[in-house]
């Protein structure tokens, strides 16, 4: 089992950035993939973006490519998610999840981190 604790999150006016952080601890392994996730108010929940631990490899939303930017820390066992140029439409509450390589179904997650722009 691995715990997740996303951090970062507040208001911010559309154009400016934040950077949400994801902590994991327990049974880590760079077996994962680590992703982030938004849920907007009456919306289901969205993928934003997904690192591999292991090689690095990062993919991302249509909606949010060029604009934020998934990393890891080895060192810290901890993911980030870098956004700039942020939109009202951005506003949502992010999640932090991890899932092993080989499935596609994300099985641990965070209790999330409320982002809201401003226009």
């Known amino acids: 089992q691995v715990q997740l604790v996303e951090s970062g999150g507040g208001l911010v006016q559309a154009g400016g950035s934040l950077r949400l952080s994801c902590a994991a601890s327990g049974r880590t392994s760079n077996s994962y993939v680590m992703g982030w996730f938004r849920q907007a108010p009456g919306k289901e929940r969205e993928f934003v973006a997904r690192?591999?631990?292991?090689?690095?490899?990062?993919y991302y939303a249509n909606s949010v490519k060029g604009r934020f930017t998934i990393s890891r820390d080895d060192a810290k066992n901890t993911v980030f998610l870098q956004m700039n140029n942020l939109e009202p439409e951005d506003t949502a509450v992010y999640y932090c999840?991890?899932?092993?390589?080989?499935?596609?179904?994300?099985?641990?997650w965070g209790q999330g981190t409320q982002v809201t722009v401003a226009s």
């Open positions: 999840a991890a899932r092993w390589d080989y499935k596609n179904e994300y099985e641990f």
């Open positions: 690192i591999t631990w292991r090689s690095g490899l990062t």
